[in-house]
């Protein structure tokens, strides 16, 4: 026969000790849970500066990396230029940021520092040791540190988990306050660029302008006058200023690349003698087997005559490129510059070209 028995006031005391333990345990947990999911951005912690520029570093990226991670704070922006002010922080520095804050002033300091300084901005996080957490290897870079994003000259789009945004979707308020427009606009982004949503796409920031991945909008620049007319485009990204000129005259039109790539290397490429040629979209135009490139200061120069009535290949292609061949596409040298940011431009050199050196017959149509 089974026995029931009523627990006694000591039992009693010990299973209430026991629940009140579990519920303090849960109580912790429930804390320090957003804390755990916040830690990749160091939330609550003011902006800490980690500058890397060790041999091995500069060697293979040529310039100093710097990570600012945790909260943007008042201070921020003082310590950053401190850290430019000694030399520290060098002109050109890759920025990662990992950061999050409400003070929208001090990220939009960040910004015209990284903007002045010619800087180029990522999202990334300091070194981790291979065994760290997916998490820990995150970078997320909202609110103030979007300004501060926007500020690069160069700025890649996030990779793999990091993410780029703010905390909540954007109201018209928000995104239309005179401080935020008058910098935006100082930085040369629109600022209906931003949408309304929290978190930016790489496509849209892509598409937008918001990011540029290394590489400026290809510019154009033509003297129409008589009896040469002159187009000169431009190409600046993370390697240097590229350089292409077209030149009509009676009975041809000639051609020239400039790739800026330094004196040593200019000379190095034009004495390996490989084949070079113009690119026009994806097909080679005007290849030279051996040679046809040389080095002249700080440049590597390409120059071809082409007869007047192929100017209209150059002019509606979607990008035109100068290269030196190595033994694959994979160590060739050289550039290519996109052309749609330019195509007004390009039409009304392609015209006026027309009227100083007709062709026999009227020139296709430039689209």
Request: hydrophobic content about 40%; some cysteine.
């Given at each position: 026969?089974?026995?029931?028995?009523?627990?006694?006031?000591?039992?009693?005391?010990?299973?209430?000790?026991?629940?009140?333990?579990?519920?303090?345990?849960?109580?912790?947990?429930?804390?320090?849970?957003?804390?755990?999911?916040?830690?990749?951005?160091?939330?609550?912690?003011?902006?800490?500066?980690?500058?890397?520029?060790?041999?091995?570093?500069?060697?293979?990226?040529?310039?100093?990396?710097?990570?600012?991670?945790?909260?943007?704070?008042?201070?921020?922006?003082?310590?950053?230029?401190?850290?430019?002010?000694?030399?520290?922080?060098?002109?050109?520095?890759?920025?990662?940021?990992?950061?999050?804050?409400?003070?929208?002033?001090?990220?939009?300091?960040?910004?015209?520092?990284?903007?002045?300084?010619?800087?180029?901005?990522?999202?990334?996080?300091?070194?981790?040791?291979?065994?760290?957490?997916?998490?820990?290897?995150?970078?997320?870079?909202?609110?103030?540190?979007?300004?501060?994003?926007?500020?690069?000259?160069?700025?890649?789009?996030?990779?793999?988990?990091?993410?780029?945004?703010?905390?909540?979707?954007?109201?018209?308020?928000?995104?239309?306050?005179?401080?935020?427009?008058?910098?935006?606009?100082?930085?040369?982004?629109?600022?209906?660029?931003?949408?309304?949503?929290?978190?930016?796409?790489?496509?849209?920031?892509?598409?937008?302008?918001?990011?540029?991945?290394?590489?400026?909008?290809?510019?154009?620049?033509?003297?129409?006058?008589?009896?040469?007319?002159?187009?000169?485009?431009?190409?600046?990204?993370?390697?240097?200023?590229?350089?292409?000129?077209v030149q009509c005259q009676p009975g041809k039109t000639t051609v020239t690349a400039y790739d800026e790539v330094g004196i040593a290397r200019a000379r190095q490429i034009a004495l390996r003698?490989?084949?070079?040629?113009?690119?026009?979209?994806?097909?080679?135009?005007?290849?030279?087997?051996?040679?046809?490139?040389?080095?002249?200061?700080?440049?590597?120069?390409?120059?071809?005559?082409?007869?007047?009535?192929?100017?209209?290949?150059?002019?509606?292609?979607?990008?035109?490129?100068?290269?030196?061949?190595?033994?694959?596409?994979?160590?060739?040298?050289?550039?290519?510059?996109?052309?749609?940011?330019?195509?007004?431009?390009?039409?009304?050199?392609?015209?006026?070209?027309?009227?100083?050196?007709?062709?026999?017959?009227?020139?296709?149509?430039?689209?």
């Open positions: 026969m089974q026995v029931h028995r009523n627990p006694g006031p000591i039992s009693i005391v010990r299973h209430a000790a026991r629940c009140a333990a579990l519920l303090c345990v849960l109580l912790l947990l429930s804390v320090a849970m957003p804390a755990f999911g916040s830690a990749s951005t160091g939330r609550g912690k003011p902006l800490k500066i980690d500058v890397v520029r060790d041999r091995l570093t500069l060697s293979l990226t040529h310039y100093p990396q710097v990570y600012l991670h945790g909260e943007i704070d008042a201070g921020a922006p003082q310590r950053f230029a401190a850290l430019v002010a000694s030399g520290r922080i060098e002109r050109g520095s890759d920025v990662y940021l990992n950061a999050r804050g409400a003070d929208r002033a001090a990220g939009m300091a960040l910004g015209r520092m990284f903007r002045a300084g010619g800087m180029a901005t990522h999202l990334g996080t300091p070194r981790q040791p291979k065994w760290a957490s997916v998490e820990a290897k995150t970078a997320i870079c909202m609110d103030a540190c979007l300004y501060a994003y926007l500020g690069g000259l160069y700025r890649w789009v996030p990779s793999g988990r990091d993410r780029i945004g703010f905390s909540s979707p954007q109201t018209q308020a928000t995104r239309h306050s005179p401080d935020a427009v008058t910098y935006l606009k100082a930085m040369g982004i629109k600022d209906e660029m931003l949408g309304s949503e929290a978190w930016l796409t790489a496509e849209k920031m892509t598409a937008s302008g918001l990011a540029n991945n290394g590489r400026l909008p290809t510019t154009a620049t033509y003297d129409l006058s008589r009896p040469a007319p002159r187009l000169d485009l431009r190409l600046a990204d993370r390697k240097g200023t590229h350089r292409l000129t003698g490989g084949s070079s040629y113009f690119q026009l979209g994806d097909e080679k135009r005007l290849s030279q087997p051996r040679g046809g490139a040389q080095a002249m200061g700080n440049a590597l120069v390409i120059r071809r005559d082409l007869p007047p009535a192929d100017l209209v290949d150059l002019i509606s292609a979607w990008s035109v490129g100068a290269w030196v061949g190595g033994r694959s596409d994979a160590f060739r040298d050289g550039f290519t510059m996109p052309l749609q940011p330019v195509r007004a431009q390009l039409k009304v050199f392609y015209y006026t070209c027309w009227r100083v050196a007709p062709w026999p017959a009227r020139p296709k149509k430039a689209h």
